[in-house]
């Protein structure tokens, strides 16, 4: 299957692009689980933005509809204006299509944001999915991280040495609760605010980036859709699982 995913970071492709490969390794027919190790782009592969990364930038997509003379309509969604983000979402599928029409053969698209908060994000790009699928040949995940992606990233994290048991009892103390079974909880925007997310984990994981990995790629996925139901982690691996798997059946 050919995907194209609209992000705000490398980080958040990382995360995102995994999560789609343990779902369908889980989840998908046994043959995938082998090819995903031997071959993985025979199972899945990401279009790139021409760029160099294989993901494309979701605050970039005016740079991409200029390189690539794309018509961003901007007209309200069923006679009202749309959310927070909506246009950014409706600009993003009409650079997809774009695509498709040049040839690039493009079977789903993942747009993946942080909420930070405002929930509206969410909503518009809903609203984007909603007028797409009219016209749209291809499936539309959306992906909303509440707040941000550290939190998806926390779900993940069980400790692996005793200093890291006592940072998490610590931390237990310091909050109230349990971090990382309660990331939705840490809604704090300031970075060094007791209840930030990226602070928390970064007291955790000492921003060690593999070790923040081994936490979405070895947590089982029903500890990652248990602990994420609130900061949005359990619908986006529904949003996999639903719009993905059956892709599979066309191998």
């Not at 689980?33 to 990401?46: C, E, G, I, K, Q």
């Not at 405002?118 to 909303?144: H, N, S, Y």
């Not at 237990?172 to 079974?181: A, I, K, N, V, W």
């Amino acid at each position: 299957m050919r995907l194209v995913a609209f992000c705000e970071a490398r980080a958040d492709f990382e995360i995102a692009s995994d999560l789609v490969d343990r779902v369908l390794r889980d989840r998908g027919p046994g043959w995938v689980a082998d090819a995903l190790d031997v071959a993985p782009d025979a199972v899945r592969s990401w279009h790139g933005d021409g760029d160099g990364r294989t993901f494309f930038v979701l605050r970039d997509v005016a740079k991409y509809v200029d390189a690539l003379d794309v018509r961003a309509p901007h007209e309200h969604f069923s006679g009202r204006p749309g959310a927070a983000d909506a246009v950014m979402g409706r600009t993003a599928l009409a650079i997809v299509r774009a695509l498709a029409k040049r040839g690039a053969g493009v079977d789903a698209v993942l747009m993946i944001r942080d909420l930070d908060d405002q929930p509206a994000r969410q909503t518009g790009l809903g609203q984007a999915r909603d007028e797409a699928q009219r016209w749209a040949p291809f499936r539309i995940i959306v992906g909303c991280a509440n707040p941000n992606r550290e939190a998806w990233v926390l779900c993940g994290f069980e400790p692996e040495t005793p200093d890291e048991h006592g940072d998490l009892a610590e931390l237990r103390r310091e909050l109230g609760f349990q971090p990382h079974t309660h990331a939705h909880q840490l809604d704090a925007k300031n970075e060094q605010a007791k209840r930030s997310a990226k602070r928390v984990l970064y007291a955790l994981t000492g921003g060690d980036r593999e070790r923040e990995q081994r936490c979405w790629n070895e947590a089982p996925l029903d500890t990652l859709r248990d602990r994420g139901a609130g900061c949005g982690l359990c619908h986006y691996l529904d949003e996999i699982e639903h719009h993905l798997l059956p892709l599979l059946a066309r191998e």
